[in-house]
């Protein structure tokens, strides 16, 4: 479960307090800032200093009420004809060295379209890394746009939410 939830950190750069996973109150958590997830707690996660660990915990306080949960939606995958694929440019540097920049036009090299889930859309790119979780589970059911959606896996043991976005990628 560990080099699972490698998955859900974060990859770049630019976010240096979500690259690995966190331990909190019983629980080891990681997130991208897209989407965060969370298992009892996970032996050999080293604690990152760093994490918003309280902030996290009282997310999924807030958020795990009253939930019924769905399957999840099959999706159609298209690569990013930008980046070919990579997710990522690479960059020649003066030195002769080379260096990735994130591209802005997909996520993890797949184009953002979007699911529908009951009343919800939901971006490929975060579905398609949900679906690296086994038996996954939704609870798209909350009437409120901009709250996190709800999900459940390894046999509702472990939890997660996807981050809403006003703009962009995420769920409306």
Not at 16 to 32: H, N, Q, R
Not at 45 to 69: C, G, H, M, R, T
Not at 132 to 158: A, R, V
């Amino acid at each position: 479960m560990k080099t699972l939830f490698q998955n859900f950190c974060y990859q770049w750069d630019l976010r240096p307090s979500l690259k690995k996973p966190f331990s909190y109150e019983g629980w080891t958590y990681a997130t991208d800032g897209r989407i965060m997830v969370r298992f009892p707690m996970i032996d050999g996660v080293e604690e990152n200093k760093e994490a918003p660990s309280q902030k996290a915990d009282e997310a999924f306080i807030s958020f795990y009420k009253n939930l019924k949960w769905t399957e999840m939606p099959l999706l159609a995958d298209t690569k990013c004809e930008y980046c070919e694929g990579r997710g990522f440019f690479i960059l020649p540097m003066a030195d002769g060295a080379v260096d990735k920049e994130e591209c802005g036009e997909c996520l993890d090299g797949f184009l953002a379209a979007w699911t529908m889930v009951e009343k919800k859309k939901i971006a490929n790119n975060y579905l398609r890394k949900m679906k690296l979780l086994p038996d996954l589970k939704i609870s798209p059911s909350s009437n409120e746009i901009f709250e996190p959606m709800p999900f459940t896996f390894h046999q509702e043991i472990g939890q997660g939410l996807i981050m809403p976005c006003k703009y962009g990628d995420g769920y409306e």
